[in-house]
């Protein structure tokens, strides 16, 4: 069985700014794969940025980076340069190795990116 | 490529109604998933399929029904609403069979479903 727990509910930042999403996790499998989802107004789930268990290497994506903390259950997001799009709900998820893919979501953070 | 797309997009019932909503994916997943969006709860999963003919049961299955008789389809089958059925509905597809986009889900745009 996997959790997923994200514990802010709700984070703000200014415009050009940096800001991180805290996600901690729990799961009985030793290959796993851990993702962050952006939700918009418009309802569309996005993929943000994926981890794979086994490697070591923080997942960067342009603006988008994690810090993956394996023994201690902590997959971070950090947005830097914020911008007004990146306004949206953000979920954490993780899906065992061995579990066809099943997300399990994390409660899901609201970003609000002020001008 | 359409990708994931789900009709209808909302829905009002009333309680007791039955109601399918159709998930079809143009992508050759085999995999295929339904969860519902709840505030403060995330996406949880309903049902999900590994292959055209099987189903199983996700986290939350009580008064849901699922059937994927086609690779690309798979519908969610509502027999009697209920108020506590009230929610957003997503379907998502994932392709099992290795490469870069390996066990990413790819979601549809989600349905809006109001239980009176």
């Known amino acids: 069985a996997q959790t997923v727990t994200q514990s802010q509910p709700e984070m703000s930042v200014q415009e050009a700014e940096t800001v991180t999403l805290s996600c901690t996790y729990d799961?009985?499998?030793?290959?796993?794969?851990l993702f962050w989802y952006k939700q918009p107004p418009s309802r569309q789930m996005i993929l943000v940025i994926r981890q794979e268990a086994y490697k070591q290497q923080n997942a960067t994506e342009n603006r988008f980076s994690v810090n993956f903390q394996k023994a201690a259950k902590s997959f971070s997001l950090k947005i830097s340069d914020s911008q007004l799009g990146d306004t949206a709900m953000y979920f954490c998820s993780s899906a065992g190795g061995t579990s066809y893919g099943k997300l399990t979501f994390g409660q899901g953070t609201i970003l609000t990116v002020h001008p | 490529n359409a990708g994931v797309t789900q009709t209808p997009k909302f829905r009002v019932l009333k309680t007791g109604q039955s109601m399918t909503l159709l998930c079809a994916q143009d992508m050759n997943h085999e995999y295929m998933y339904w969860y519902r969006q709840d505030p403060g709860m995330g996406l949880r999963l309903i049902h999900y399929?590994?292959?055209?003919?099987?189903?199983a049961k996700g986290e939350v299955p009580d008064g849901y029904n699922v059937s994927r008789l086609k690779k690309q389809n798979f519908l969610l089958g509502l027999e009697s609403a209920a108020p506590s059925q009230t929610s957003v509905y997503f379907c998502?597809?994932?392709?099992?069979?290795?490469?870069?986009?390996?066990?990413?889900?790819?979601f549809g745009p989600g349905t809006r479903l109001t239980v009176l």
């Open positions: 799961t009985s499998e030793n290959n796993y794969y």
């Open positions: 399929s590994v292959g055209e003919g099987t189903t």
């Open positions: 998502a597809s994932s392709d099992p069979t290795g490469g870069v986009r390996y066990n990413e889900q790819f």
